[in-house]
């Protein structure tokens, strides 16, 4: 039987067809597709600004430089999470704190952010300039809660909606910035919508998206020149500030436009699907995914929670072997970003945030994507089954 990916993107005729007609053109990097592409995920969210870019890791790093992170700054963000989420700040030369996530949502807990904000508050320890929160597997955060505490400890945030376009939050899509800055959204081929490599900033601030864009192009920006002013010097360009060259092509935007089109085809597949899953692992020895009251998840991944013994093992690795072994590409989200080697080095320590520890020591991601088949998904189920059920004849 053929490998079951936990995530694999749909590529159809009209894609190739978007491709190859930006191929044919004379603009192959970025054009009027970009643009265009821009303007459909800011009407789609309904942000004002968007800015395209070369990785969803581009843009958490160019969110950061616009918001003037910089050496010095604290940023706290989500154990639970990619490391490119904790990685732009230190690309920034500022440090990152972490905030133990919710056992629920597995999203940073709005409740220990309180906390540790008065606990930074009364001690004199460092408060963060920004705060980036992860909406993991494309469950928004409690964004009510966290806004509250950035408009008294003066904070600002950052969506790292990398798992979550096409979510929404209390009736708002993702991406809207009602209660952030700026939001961050991938398009790297298992997220839900792709453009092979891609990501994209959106925001309300005019300030920001200028601040983006110069960032984006090294810099630089080139002056509208009058075509009357015979003293007019139509070559010149100014550099205003230290960028990079992060753009996304058109060939990309063009990929990225057509997928935009079945967004919300693709997020009401993943959506029956978890609820056919929800439906069939109810009677099995784990936690399926909880769903908050306030949010409508993009359903970017299908995290269950193996059970655990009284001695704490689990049988996660087992059930890992076992469905890799019949071709079911589970896979794991995510090993606590602190725990990484790198991030030891810079002082933090197993055990600071049990919870996403302790998540991480029995979680499980199952496959899940826009076009899977319910014979796919049945694959996966009678997998686990025929390890759970021997689990429990043992
Ligand atoms: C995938 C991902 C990223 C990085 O996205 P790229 O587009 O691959 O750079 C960042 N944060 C999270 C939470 C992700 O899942």
Redesign the pocket.
Same mark, same amino acid.
């Given at each position: 039987m053929s490998f079951l990916p936990y995530g694999r993107q749909d590529i159809l005729e009209e894609d190739i067809d978007a491709v190859t007609q930006v191929l044919r053109s004379d603009l192959i990097t970025q054009g009027p597709k970009v643009a265009e592409f821009e303007q459909g995920v800011a009407g789609y969210c309904g942000a004002q600004f968007a800015v395209a870019v070369n990785?969803?890791?581009?843009?958490?790093h160019l969110a950061c430089l616009a918001l003037d992170i910089g050496p010095g700054d604290e940023v706290w963000t989500s154990p639970n999470?990619?490391v490119? +989420?904790a990685n732009c700040v230190r690309l920034c030369g500022a440090d990152v704190n972490f905030v133990d996530i919710d056992h629920l949502t597995y999203n940073l807990c709005a409740t220990a952010l309180a906390a540790k904000l008065a606990r930074h508050r009364q001690q004199g320890s460092p408060l963060p300039r920004a705060v980036i929160v992860?909406h993991?597997a494309g469950q928004s955060c409690d964004m009510q809660a966290i806004a509250k505490l950035s408009d008294e400890y003066d904070f600002s945030i950052i969506e790292?909606a +990398?798992?979550a376009i096409g979510a929404r939050y209390r009736g708002v899509a993702i991406g809207a910035c009602q209660y952030s800055d700026i939001t961050?959204f991938?398009?790297?081929p298992?997220?839900i919508i792709t453009t092979a490599?891609?990501?994209m900033a959106t925001t309300n601030s005019e300030y920001l998206s200028r601040r983006m864009r110069l960032l984006r192009t090294h810099g630089v920006h080139k002056p509208v020149v009058d075509c009357d002013d015979e003293e007019a010097e139509p070559w010149v360009y100014e550099q205003h500030d230290l960028g990079l060259n992060y753009r996304m092509t058109d060939i990309q935007a063009a990929l990225g436009l057509s997928q935009l089109g079945r967004l919300d085809q693709y997020i009401e597949r993943r959506h029956a699907l978890a609820r056919r899953y929800d439906k069939m692992l109810s009677s099995m020895n784990l936690v399926t995914p909880y769903q908050s009251e306030f949010g409508a998840s993009s359903y970017?991944l299908y995290p269950i929670l193996v059970g655990q013994e009284a001695d704490g093992r689990t049988c996660r690795r087992e059930l890992y072997k076992h469905l890799t072994g019949r071709g079911i590409g589970v896979n794991i989200h995510y090993i606590p970003v602190h725990t990484q080697p790198y991030y030891q080095r810079l002082g933090h320590l197993p055990g600071d945030y049990p919870v996403a520890e302790s998540y991480y020591s029995r979680t499980l991601s199952l496959p899940l994507f826009g076009v899977m088949t319910d014979e796919e998904q049945d694959r996966v189920v009678i997998c686990l089954q025929e390890l759970l059920n021997v689990q429990l004849a043992a």
């Open positions: 990785s969803a890791t581009s843009a958490l999470t990619f490119a +989420s992860v993991f790292d +990398s798992h961050v991938s398009f790297h298992v997220k490599e891609g990501g970017h």
